[in-house]
């Protein structure tokens, strides 16, 4: 029987069932129309190229003196400028209030707070062809007014502990802050180390600290010469400043950095406090002003990538220097210390995770604070004795938290929006075994945590070598995972997190120990069977893409491989790239040692053995590794018919900042690896 002869019958036979019937019918359309609108809401969509744009970016937490209040940096992607936009975001320590400080099209950033608690800086290009200035607001509300007005970019700036001053730390401007000529000048190299990623060409331009007296605007100059300053803090005394410098007779040829105290007035004198050869560095005072903490290098040599950072504390004169983590064997940073001044709070680098620690000043002991699957990015305090943290895990980036009693309280959400639309690759930690038979720590990403099972893999290579692949946010490794691929991250050796030997194991060895770890994470992933052992993928960024030729060179198994800003012809790196320093102390120059130099070229002089198809790509303004790395591995398999691209991303340094140019490296990653591993 139709629907409609059913309804005839009612009217005839019933005729006050049919309001009833209508009725219901009307509630029942409603209501499933509300539930399909709710699961359009709610259904999640693999993550994808395009979420990008989407994901906020938090940082630089700063406490207010009296404990109430975390001011902090949130960027967002402005898609008309390509770029990020960073504004001022104010927390209640409660949790119960969130409140955005800065809008518009220009960029606010770096907060800092008055000793009052009432006024908040911050650091702002608006109204200014000068470059950044220090703005001034009120907390209770109200607009910005601007503070300085000052050639040069002021790289850093501290409150003076009674309100009164600023601490500024300041560049030279470029054309002694003329405006640039139509023409421009011929750029004149005399330097040893003349170029550097973003920076460009050196010239003799340096950084030094001034104070800035708020109610006079005076600046009155603190250092001056030919060094560069940094890390500077005043003493909560307010009578000293402790900052960092090279004073050695030419510092482009070392990475010697030491730390200095002079009085908090002009032309003061000037006190070495450390004569380490190797790197001492971000310096901070005790609450009472009576020493200082700070980090140390474990390598006094003229240059080693191969190290990691020891906290350290000596008088405020530089005496009884001590070594509080030397025997912890894993790098440190982020430190703070506790309002009374009886121990330091300090970050840890160690096998996939960063961690909170505590140093007893006392006893020397070291305890662990809080540890698991996350990574603390940056820790902040003040004499209110409350603790804020900025911490990641696998499936969220990066948002604040309270630490209270060994406890994270959550106090920001910025990533909630985006991430309730997106599904996320399942991580897990695992580890492998090499050849040679040293375990290796890795992670491995499936599209499934329950159903998993063999699949096209991929093995995305972090770069550095000095770093690790941790239980936090990756952005590349979800999206890769998320269209239907095995995603492995391999800590190899050199990376750090598993102590000093395991970082250097690969000085001057270059591709050899690192593709043993990587193919055996390989054979692990095959063993467990989340591998499929024909439809392997392999690729990654800086020396992610270095050791990508390395082992496709060594192994030729992989059916597809992607090579960001990597080199493989390490004797044209000599003078066209960064780290002329690191070649001459860890390899030695070319014309003495040219056998080594051709050992480190092995993908080059061996890229006949190469049958995997790769996709290279570079930063057009890369000078970390530029351009030429990829374009004579592009060469070399061209000429020899290998199925080979090249993409090119114009104005772009070595980290590739413009948002719609890091959609387009996603994009063609899954094109790539979809179209050969598929």
Not at 21 to 35: D, E, G, P
Not at 320 to 346: C, E, H, M, Y
Not at 535 to 548: A, K, V
Request: proline share 5%; aromatic share 10%.
């Amino acid at each position: 029987m139709s629907f409609a002869i059913f309804l005839h019958l009612i009217i005839i036979f019933h005729p006050n069932t049919l309001f009833r019937i209508m009725k219901k019918t009307i509630l029942l359309l409603t209501a499933l129309s509300a539930a399909c609108c709710a699961w359009a809401q709610t259904t999640k969509k693999p993550i994808k190229p395009t979420d990008v744009y989407r994901i906020p970016a938090l940082g630089d937490p700063q406490l207010s003196p009296d404990g109430k209040w975390v001011a902090y940096n949130l960027s967002d992607v402005d898609t008309a400028k390509d770029g990020r936009t960073s504004h001022l975001w104010m927390q209640s320590w409660d949790g119960s209030q969130s409140i955005q400080l800065t809008y518009g099209a220009e960029a606010a950033s770096t907060p800092r707070w008055s000793p009052d608690s009432k006024y908040l800086s911050f650091m702002s290009s608006r109204e200014s062809k000068k470059g950044s200035q220090v703005w001034l607001m009120d907390r209770r509300g109200g607009e910005g007014q601007k503070l300085t007005d000052i050639k040069g970019d002021i790289d850093d700036y501290a409150w003076a502990p009674d309100g009164t001053k600023l601490l500024l730390t300041i560049g030279d401007p470029e054309n002694g802050g003329k405006e640039e000529p139509k023409t421009p000048k011929p750029v004149i190299i005399d330097r040893y180390h003349f170029k550097q990623d973003v920076q460009g060409y050196l010239q003799h331009l340096h950084t030094h600290l001034y104070v800035f007296t708020i109610s006079t605007k005076k600046l009155d100059t603190l250092t001056k010469g030919d060094y560069n300053e940094s890390g500077a803090e005043w003493s909560p005394d307010g009578k000293q400043i402790v900052f960092v410098s090279n004073h050695t007779a030419d510092p482009d040829r070392n990475t010697n950095r030491d730390i200095f105290v002079m009085d908090a007035k002009p032309n003061a004198a000037i006190s070495q406090l450390t004569i380490w050869k190797g790197g001492d560095g971000d310096p901070h005072w005790s609450p009472d002003s009576k020493s200082i903490a700070y980090l140390r290098s474990t390598s006094d040599a003229d240059y080693m990538m191969y190290d990691q950072s020891i906290l350290c504390v000596m008088d405020a004169d530089g005496k009884n220097n001590r070594l509080l983590t030397q025997a912890l064997d894993r790098p440190v940073n982020g430190f703070a210390w506790n309002s009374d001044g009886k121990a330091i709070r300090f970050l840890v680098d160690d096998d996939r995770t960063r961690y909170i620690a505590s140093a007893d000043l006392a006893s020397g002991t070291v305890t662990p604070l809080l540890k698991g699957e996350f990574g603390v990015n940056d820790i902040a305090t003040n004499l209110s004795g409350n603790w804020v943290v900025e911490m990641s895990n696998a499936y969220t980036p990066g948002e604040l938290y309270a630490f209270e009693s060994g406890k994270l309280r959550r106090l920001t959400f910025h990533q909630q929006q985006w991430l309730s639309t997106v599904s996320l690759a399942h991580v897990e930690g695992f580890q492998s075994k090499s050849s040679d038979g040293t375990l290796v720590s890795g992670l491995v990403y499936t599209p499934d945590s329950v159903n998993r099972k063999k699949l096209p893999m991929i093995l995305f290579i972090h770069g550095g070598p000095v770093g690790q692949d941790e239980f936090t946010f990756d952005v590349t490794r979800q999206i890769l995972s998320s269209a239907g691929y095995t995603v492995i991250a391999v800590n190899y050796r050199g990376s750090d997190g598993r102590g000093l030997a395991y970082c250097k194991a690969i000085f001057a060895d270059w591709g050899n120990k690192e593709v043993k770890d990587l193919l055996g994470a390989v054979d692990e992933m095959v063993k467990q069977g989340l591998a499929d052992p024909d439809h392997l993928g392999i690729g990654g960024w800086s020396y992610g893409g270095i050791l990508t030729d390395y082992t496709i060179a060594s192994d030729t198994r992989f059916k597809a491989a992607a090579a960001g800003a990597g080199s493989a012809l390490q004797t044209t790196m000599y003078g066209s790239d960064q780290y002329v320093l690191q070649y001459e102390n860890e390899i030695g120059q070319p014309w003495k040692v040219a056998d080594k130099w051709m050992k480190l070229s092995y993908p080059f002089f061996h890229a006949d053995r190469i049958k995997t198809p790769v996709l290279f790509m570079s930063g057009l303004r890369d000078f970390n590794v530029p351009t030429a790395g990829s374009e004579q591995m592009y060469e070399a398999l061209k000429s020899q018919g290998i199925n080979t691209e090249l993409i090119l991303y114009p104005n772009s340094f070595h980290g590739i900042s413009k948002p719609s140019y890091q959609v387009d490296r996603l994009q063609r990653y899954l094109d790539w690896y979809g179209k050969l591993l598929k």
